[in-house]
C-alpha cells in the first residue's frame, strides 16, 4: 500500500482537493446507503414513532420491549443453532469440494463451472425451489427420489428439528461452490516442491495432506468462519420464504424478527434497537476478523 | 492415456509419481466420479425446475415422477402471458442497468481516490469503506427505508440505482486492480501535463476493461437478484422487479406450476450470462476474495 507514496505530492497544484471532489459524490452515497442508516438506526431505537415520524424520546424502552418479547428469546436460541448448523454443514462442504476438484486433472474446469453455478441463481428463487424439493407428501421432489430406494416420505420443514438443517443446506447448495473457489485458489497455491520433498521424505498421501494441504487451508479458513457466522447473522429470506419461520417459530431467524416488527407491524424503533444490538454483535465479530487477517500479514 | 495427463498436474496433494500404486489409481478415478457427483447436485435442481414445468398442475399435483410426461413450450408463454411477465422484466431491465452503471462509476471514482490520488486523510474514508464492508446492509435496511420515505424517493428507481454505487466490495476490488496498474505510466501522463480527469479517463479507463467487466457482471446478478430493498421501495408502485414478484407469490393464490414456471422465467437471465462469461465469473470470484 506504501509504496505509491512516489508519487510527488508538488506536481499536482490543489491534488487533495481535486481528490476529494473526486470522490465526494461516492462519499455522499456512502454516506446516504450505510453509514448514516446505521446512525439513524441508533436514533430511531431511542424513541417512539408513530408510522416514520418520530416522536418522543424514551430511552432503552424499546430495547428492553424487544428483549422481553418471547420471540426474541426462539430468535437468539435459532442463531445458535443456525451456527451450529453451518459450521458442521457449510463449513466443511466447501473444504472437501476445493480438496476433491484440486486433485482432478480431467474435467477441472467443468467441475468449477459446475459448483459455481447454483451460486448465480437468485436467491429468492433458490428458497422457492428448494421449497419445492422439501414439499411434503408424494410430489416433493426429495420425496419422490426417496420413495425410488424404497425409503418413506418425510414432511421435511414441518418437523421442527430437521427446519434449520435443511435451510442450511439449501443455502450450503448456493453458497458451497464460490468459497470452494476461494480455498482452491488457496490450495493451488502451494509449492508443488513441498509434496515432493515430503515424498522423498517417506510423506505418503495422508501425511501429505494432513501436514501440507490443511495447515494452508486452515488458514484461509479461519478468516472465511468469521465471515460465514457474519453471513449467518443477516439469514432473512430463507426462513421468510420456506417456513415463515415457523413451524412454531422453529427457524425464525433473527433479521426475520427484525424484518416482522418493520414491515409486518410497522413498529420501526423496535426493529431499529434489534438492529442496533445485531450491529453490534456484528462490530465486534468484524474486529475479531481484522485482528485475524491483519496477523497473518505479519 | 486416462492417467498419462496427471503428468501436467500441478497442484493438489496427488501427483503424477504417485500413480505407481493401484490403490492410487482407483482414488483418482474415485474423486473424478465424486466430482461429477457434486456437478450433478449443482445443477439438478434448477433443471428440475425447468423440466417440472412442463407439467401441468394436475399432472404437478398428482404425479410422482421427476420428468414431465410431454414437453410443450405453449405452457410458458401461456403462464409468461397470464402473469403479465413481460412488465416485470422490463422493470428489473431498467433496475439493472441503473445500478450496473452507478456501480461502475461512483465505487471506479472512489477507488480511483483511494488507490491513485490519494488526497490528505484519504485513510479515514478507506477505512469506514472497509468496516462497511463488514456489517451487512440488511441491518440499517429500516433506517434506510425510513430515509428513503423521508427525502421521497420511494416508490422510484433511483434509490435502488444509487445503492449500488455505495457498494464497499466493489470499491476493494477496484481499489486492489488499480494499486496494481504500472505507475510509470501514470507519472507520465502527469509529466505530459494531464489533469486528474483526463488521466482517469484515457490512461486508467482503457486499461481497467478487465475489472469494469467483473464488476458489471458481478453488478446484473447482485442487482438481478437484489429483492428487500426492491420489494420496499417498489411494491405497490406499478415498477416491480421479477424479484418482488415472486415474493408477492407468498400471499398471493398462484397455482404451483405457475409459480414454478415464473422462478425458471428468474433464473433465464443470469443463466444465459453465465453460460456466456463462466471464465469470467469464476475467475472474478476468486478475485474478490478478501486477500486481508
Not at chain 2, 467487466?213 to 426492491?230: G, K, N, R
Request: a positive charge; aromatic letters at 14%; hydrophobic letters at 55%.
Amino acid at each position: 500500500m506504501n509504496e505509491k507514496k512516489k508519487i510527488p505530492k508538488t506536481s499536482w497544484k490543489k491534488k487533495d482537493f481535486l481528490g476529494w471532489m473526486i470522490m465526494l459524490p461516492s462519499i455522499i452515497l456512502f454516506a446516504f446507503f450505510v453509514w448514516e442508516p446505521l446512525i439513524e438506526s441508533v436514533r430511531l431505537s431511542l424513541y417512539t414513532a408513530k408510522g416514520i415520524q418520530t416522536e418522543d424520546f424514551v430511552g432503552f424502552d424499546n430495547y428492553l420491549r424487544v428483549l422481553r418479547h418471547p420471540d426474541f428469546l426462539d430468535a437468539l436460541k435459532n442463531t445458535f443453532v443456525y451456527i451450529g448448523w453451518s459450521l458442521v454443514i457449510g463449513f466443511a462442504v466447501p473444504i472437501i469440494i476445493a480438496l476433491l476438484i484440486t486433485e482432478t486433472i480431467h474435467l477441472r474446469s467443468l467441475f468449477r463451472v459446475g459448483v459455481y453455478f447454483p451460486n448465480i441463481i437468485p436467491g429468492l428463487a433458490t428458497v422457492m425451489m428448494w421449497g419445492f424439493f422439501f414439499r411434503p407428501g408424494k410430489t416433493g421432489v426429495l420425496n419422490i427420489l426417496l420413495s425410488k430406494i424404497g425409503i418413506e416420505g418425510q414432511v421435511w420443514l414441518n418437523n421442527a428439528a430437521l427446519t434449520i438443517p435443511l435451510i442450511v443446506i439449501a443455502m450450503t447448495w448456493k453458497s458451497a461452490g464460490s468459497t470452494a473457489l476461494i480455498y482452491m485458489a488457496g490450495i493451488s497455491g502451494i509449492n508443488p516442491e513441498l509434496y515432493e520433498a515430503a515424498t522423498i521424505d517417506g510423506a505418503g498421501i495422508r501425511q501429505r495432506i494432513r501436514y501440507i494441504t490443511l495447515p494452508s487451508v486452515i488458514a484461509l479458513a479461519k478468516t472465511l468462519l468469521i465471515l460465514q457466522i457474519i453471513a449467518v447473522f443477516q439469514i432473512l429470506y430463507e426462513p421468510l420464504v420456506m417456513t415463515n419461520g415457523g413451524p412454531n417459530n422453529a427457524s425464525i431467524s433473527i433479521m426475520q424478527l427484525v424484518y416482522n416488527y418493520a414491515f409486518r407491524d410497522y413498529k420501526y424503533p423496535m426493529a431499529a434497537a434489534l438492529s442496533v444490538m445485531i450491529c453490534i454483535v456484528l462490530i465486534i465479530l468484524s474486529g475479531i476478523y481484522f485482528k485475524l487477517t491483519t496477523k497473518k500479514e505479519d | 492415456m486416462f492417467f498419462e495427463k496427471f503428468r501436467k498436474k500441478k497442484d493438489g496433494t496427488i501427483r503424477f509419481y504417485d500413480l505407481h500404486s493401484k490403490k492410487i489409481k482407483v482414488l483418482c478415478i474415485l474423486i473424478l466420479l465424486l466430482c461429477l457427483f457434486m456437478v450433478v447436485i449443482s445443477v439438478f435442481p434448477a433443471v428440475w425446475v425447468f423440466l417440472a414445468s412442463f407439467k401441468d398442475l394436475k399432472e404437478f399435483r398428482k404425479s410422482e415422477t421427476i420428468l414431465p410426461s410431454h414437453y410443450d413450450l405453449g405452457v410458458f408463454a401461456k403462464t409468461w402471458a397470464d402473469l403479465g411477465f413481460l412488465k416485470y422484466y422490463v422493470n428489473s431491465f431498467i433496475t439493472v442497468a441503473g445500478c450496473v452503471i452507478c456501480a461502475v462509476i461512483f465505487n471506479g471514482l472512489l477507488a480511483y481516490g483511494l488507490a491513485i490520488l490519494r488526497p490528505k486523510g484519504h485513510k479515514i474514508i478507506f477505512g469506514l469503506v472497509m468496516w462497511s464492508l463488514l456489517i451487512p446492509a440488511t441491518t440499517s435496511v429500516v433506517a434506510l427505508f425510513v430515509n428513503i420515505n423521508r427525502v421521497g424517493l420511494n416508490q422510484s428507481f433511483i434509490p435502488l440505482w444509487l445503492a449500488f454505487g455505495a457498494n464497499a466490495f466493489y470499491v476493494i476490488m477496484f481499489k486492489q486492480f488499480f494499486e496494481s496498474l504500472p505507475m510509470e505510466l501514470l507519472e507520465a501522463a502527469k509529466l505530459d501535463g494531464c489533469g486528474i480527469l483526463r488521466v482517469f479517463q484515457q490512461i486508467i479507463l482503457p486499461l481497467s476493461k478487465p475489472i469494469i467487466a467483473v464488476i458489471m457482471i458481478f453488478a446484473i446478478t447482485a442487482s438481478w437478484s437484489d429483492f428487500l430493498l426492491p420489494y420496499l421501495v417498489l411494491d405497490g408502485s406499478g415498477k416491480e422487479t421479477v424479484m418482488v414478484r415472486l415474493f408477492a407469490f407468498r400471499t398471493s393464490n398462484a397455482t404451483d406450476v405457475e409459480v414454478l414456471r415464473a422462478v425458471a422465467f428468474s433464473m433465464i437471465p443470469p443463466t444465459i450470462l453465465f453460460i456466456i462469461f463462466q471464465k469470467k465469473i469464476t475467475e472474478g470470484a476468486t478475485m474478490g476474495a478478501l486477500k486481508g
